[in-house]
């Protein structure tokens, strides 16, 4: 009985390990371009790290002095990922380049227009970050990008966005300016202009 389920636990990890060789799969030798890069990653943890720091002190979960060290020290380790992806950026943008300037891959227009009509309506839905641009899905409370506090899209906080010196107008406020002008007029150019 025993030397029967020996074999057959034997048999079912040779299966297991054997399996992708025999399935054909194989693992991918350079990174894709949806993956999250190292400098990426470290970004990421932080500025998560940053948001529930900031909600437990403002939960009462941590102390003043508590508070002000870690967010030093996590504000410290997402500048640090910062500009590690800000070189990693500028490694991939000189590649990309040089394959232009070569004639080799790139982009198709239909991708780059693609996602440009994307990144339109992400505004057109959505609140922009003031801090580093980026659009967010409505109803965001801070920045999927940099983690930033986002204005409120309540009544009348497209006006006082627009209203307040130095801001950069909001997706809602540039879409309102731009379907009427002052002299209560309808503006006859597309949205997209």
């Not at 801090?131 to 983690?147: D, I, T």
Request: aromatic share 4%; glycine share 12%.
């Amino acid at each position: 009985m025993g030397l029967a389920l020996g074999i057959v636990l034997a048999t079912a990890v040779v299966f297991w390990i054997l399996h992708p060789v025999v399935a054909g799969l194989e693992a991918p030798m350079e990174r894709d371009d949806e993956e999250l890069t190292e400098a990426q990653h470290r970004k990421r943890v932080a500025l998560l790290a940053l948001r529930d720091v900031e909600y437990d002190f403002h939960a009462g979960k941590l102390g003043e002095e508590d508070y002000r060290s870690m967010k030093r020290e996590i504000s410290g380790e997402a500048l640090d990922a910062l500009d590690a992806e800000a070189q990693e950026w500028a490694v991939r943008e000189g590649r990309r380049a040089a394959q232009a300037a070569t004639g080799q891959g790139g982009p198709d227009r239909a991708a780059v227009e693609a996602e440009i009509e994307a990144l339109r309506d992400r505004l057109r839905e959505g609140a922009v970050c003031r801090e580093c641009g980026h659009p967010n899905p409505r109803g965001s409370r801070f920045c999927g990008e940099c983690g930033g506090a986002l204005p409120e899209m309540g009544i009348g906080s497209a006006e006082a966005d627009s209203a307040s010196p130095g801001s950069k107008p909001s997706a809602t406020s540039a879409a309102g300016q731009s379907e009427s002008s002052g002299s209560g007029q309808t503006d006859s150019r597309p949205p997209d202009a």
